[in-house]
């Protein structure tokens, strides 16, 4: 399981580098702060597995309650606009794998 997750980001990853000048470039223009609909969409504390927050100035995920992060991504949180900023720094909670994997999709494209 572990390493299919491994394997199942790492290809994500490697994908959203080759595309990540032209979605900089795009999220730079399109910074708009999501719907207030998508926003109410918080997962209450207690039901999660994960949760994305920045860990040396990088993307990373942490499992439910440990303070060391199971993945860091080369996706550089300075690079990303500022309201994904400000949601990684307080840090964004994920009920389960699905989840997780299309919101590394939406950070890493």
């Excluded at 580098?17 to 399109?30: K, P, V």
Aim: aromatic letters at 12%; one cysteine or more.
């Amino acid at each position: 399981m572990k390493k299919t997750l491994f394997f199942t980001l790492a290809a994500m990853v490697i994908a959203g580098c080759l595309s990540a000048g032209l979605a900089i470039a795009w999220e730079q223009r399109n910074s708009a702060q999501l719907p207030a609909q998508e926003q109410a969409k918080q997962v209450p504390v207690g039901e999660y597995e994960y949760i994305l927050r920045e860990h040396e100035g990088r993307l990373a995920v942490f499992l439910k309650d440990k303070d060391t992060p199971e993945m860091v991504f080369d996706v550089y949180v300075r690079l990303l606009p500022e309201y994904d900023r400000g949601q990684l720094n307080q840090g964004v909670y994920v009920k389960d794998y699905e989840e997780l994997i299309n919101r590394i999709e939406d950070y890493i494209s």
